[in-house]
């Protein structure tokens, strides 16, 4: 059985009294003891400010061809890295369909990384009768110089 364990270290010193923890967890499958076994890993260069699918929910292993197949749900995890080296470069994560150059379309705003920042977030990439796209995981890059994004998912 495949095994993949997440671990994640914290410290710091920002009060008088330092606080350091630790902690890791296997990645698995959902409602089970098994672990994912399958895993997609890419780098991106985006050279726009346009809001982009990152990773879309028909993409996922274990998710329904089309939006038809009305329900399907597949358990994921998702780690993104904006590997940009300039400091005030940041992606905005979104859960919804990307807009392209117009207007951002979100379903829910997951955060901001910036130059150097990563995320590691579970993922339940959803198919609906009514839309086969509102699960996707889109990014919006705050420049369109090169910046480049890393992500793994994992099923």
């Known amino acids: ?12 010193d920002i009060t008088s009294v330092p606080v350091s923890i630790s902690a890791s967890f296997n990645l698995l499958k959902a409602g089970s003891t098994e672990g994912m076994d399958e895993m997609t890993s890419k780098r991106k260069v985006f050279k726009s400010t346009d809001q982009v699918d990152l990773i879309t929910a028909l993409e996922a292993p274990g998710v329904a061809d089309t939006a038809s197949d009305a329900a399907a749900t597949a358990h994921n995890f998702v780690y993104i890295f904006n590997a ?3 400091s005030t470069d940041y992606i905005t994560v979104t ?9 951002e379309v979100i379903v829910e705003q997951i955060g901001r990384l910036y130059a150097g920042d990563w995320m590691l977030i579970p993922w339940s990439s959803q198919v609906t009768a009514s839309a086969d796209d509102d699960g996707d995981i889109c990014i919006k890059p705050s420049t369109a110089n090169e910046m480049p994004i890393e992500y793994i998912l994992f099923s």
């Open 84 to 86: 940009s080296t300039v």
């Open 95 to 103: 859960q919804g369909d990307a807009a392209g150059a117009s207007t």
């Open 1 to 12: 059985m495949p095994t993949t364990t997440a671990t994640i270290s914290l410290t710091n």
